[in-house]
């Protein structure tokens, strides 16, 4: 190991010797047996400059490796990836995290005052229980509507691609299929990785990439409320097989008295009729673009109008009221379409942002066309798909305030691989 590591040699204590880095999910990898090799000391903080254990590892086949460049009360102290420097809790950018959030960063830029700062945020976190963050965002409310909207609730492997190729962009590159990088063109302005300086991102200034998502949340779709006021019920799509009807009476009784919960489990959706047109109305404006239950980001919509009922409902198998009815036979089971490929087509979609085609609001009374079985009522694409890959750990959205590291999850087999990684 180097012995030059800067000022912080006197001050030996302070260096950092982890055993588990502190990753999100992506980060991470979706193979449970990662392998990591471990540096004691092995590099300096790229935002405190103290020498910290540098972990490698390579999340997947054909990805790259990665290492931590930041220290854990660096990443602590925001919450954030060691690696990606994403946080943890909504996988964006520092400063959009922030702005939801409503705070200010207040790490000094100067070493003096940053290696104090960082002394003292050190001591919080070891007297902290570690189920809250420390400092201003300990402090911070523990959501934002922004935040549930933008927020990215699955792992997004194809971030840790190998890089674009730079031979080859020039059409230069000899190695074929042998070279490591990627050959394709640089696409991706949304990479948060791609060409950023890792200090602005941490204080979060100067960030491409949150000047982009803050935009764009607030130009974010909305749901239109129909006319028809007999509609009282909300459709929920995007299930998957593990919510329960508990688990959305919880969330939905808040808005007002439930008549009636019905779930389709073949269509992974769900219908919650509201007693009343005002419950419901509050439940979609509440619900709408954040709901998140298990990790699972939830599609709502309305239920459809009364001049779609109907022959429409015997059709989809499912009436307005969210009733089970019999198949129709000689028609192909399973009528929903399967959900688009939004992370196949949409390479630059890095968080949840709507590509701008898809549309927000079902088209209630559209009918079917010729020879397809219609989706159900108010069925719209989810916002994430789950790939070929089958679906992958629900991540986020714990009870607030509630800190939870991917890569020190005690299920994970990378906490174990890790302690024999020396
Ligand atoms: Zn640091
Ligand atoms: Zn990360
Ligand atoms: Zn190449």
Redesign the pocket.
């Known amino acids: 190991m180097a012995t030059s590591l800067g000022a912080n040699t006197y001050n030996r204590q302070n260096w950092e010797d982890a055993d588990f880095p502190i990753l999100c999910q992506t980060c991470l990898g979706e193979n449970p047996y990662i392998r990591m090799s471990k540096e004691k000391y092995g590099k300096e903080c790229k935002i405190c400059a103290r020498p910290f254990t540098v972990f490698r590892w390579c999340p997947g086949t054909r990805m790259r490796f990665k290492k931590t460049e930041v220290c854990q009360t660096c990443s602590k102290m925001k919450n954030v990836c060691q690696t990606c420097l994403l946080d943890l809790e909504y996988g964006l950018p520092i400063q959009v995290r922030d702005t939801g959030l409503d705070i200010k960063d207040d790490v000094p830029k100067s070493d003096v005052n940053k290696e104090y700062y960082t002394q003292n945020a050190e001591r919080e976190i070891g007297n902290s229980d570690g189920t809250r963050p420390v400092g201003l965002l300990g402090k911070a409310p523990s959501s934002s509507e922004m935040l549930l909207k933008l927020a990215r609730t699955t792992p997004y492997y194809k971030r840790n691609r190998p890089h674009i190729?730079s031979?080859?962009v020039k059409g230069e590159?000899k190695?074929g299929e042998e070279?490591p990088?990627r050959?394709e063109k640089p696409t991706d302005p949304d990479d948060p990785l791609a060409d950023q300086n890792i200090k602005d991102r941490y204080y979060g200034i100067n960030d491409p990439v949150a000047d982009k998502l803050l935009k764009r949340a607030s130009t974010m779709p909305r749901l239109d409320t129909p006319e028809d006021k007999t509609i009282t019920t909300l459709y929920v799509g995007g299930m998957g097989d593990t919510i329960s009807d508990a688990e959305l009476r919880n969330h939905f009784y808040q808005f007002g008295e439930i008549r009636t919960t019905t779930i389709v489990q073949r269509q992974q959706c769900a219908f919650i009729q509201f007693a009343t047109r005002q419950a419901a109305e509050l439940a979609a404006e509440k619900s709408f673009n954040k709901l998140i239950i298990n990790g699972r980001r939830l599609t709502v919509k309305w239920g459809r109008s009364q001049a779609a009922r109907g022959k429409e409902a015997y059709q989809d198998g499912v009436s307005e009221m969210g009733t089970r009815l019999d198949p129709v036979p000689g028609l192909p089971g399973g009528n929903s379409p399967p959900p688009p490929a939004l992370e196949e087509d949409a390479p630059t979609n890095y968080f949840n942002l709507d590509p701008g085609t898809s549309p927000n609001v079902m088209n209630i009374s559209l009918p079917p066309p010729p020879g397809i079985n219609p989706p159900p009522p108010g069925f719209g694409a989810p916002m994430f798909h789950m790939g070929s890959m089958g679906p992958p750990p629900p991540m986020g959205m714990r009870p607030p305030g509630h800190i939870h590291y991917p890569s020190q999850d005690p299920q994970r087999m990378g906490a174990h691989a890790a302690r024999h990684g020396d």
């Open positions: 190729c031979f080859w590159c190695r070279c990088y050959h």
